[in-house]
């Protein structure tokens, strides 16, 4: 990793995305792409949910390496 990767990471943080679903009215649902949605939300909550895991069990200092 290049130091420009690292000063671009450290600093970074995304903001929380929000999902917004609309429903059109279809004979036959899409499995592929209801299938993706909810890959994608299993995705980010199991990404938030190791954030949350690992702010709580690093005690505070030991991050910033």
Do not use: W, Y
């Amino acid at each position: 990793m290049s130091k420009s990767d690292k000063k671009r990471r450290r600093g970074a943080s995304r903001p929380e995305r929000r999902v917004s679903v609309r429903g059109v009215p279809r004979e036959v649902p899409d499995a592929k792409k209801l299938s993706q949605a909810l890959i994608a939300l299993a995705v980010a909550q199991a990404e938030k949910d190791a954030q949350t895991t690992h702010e709580r069990t690093t005690p505070r200092g030991e991050n910033s390496k």
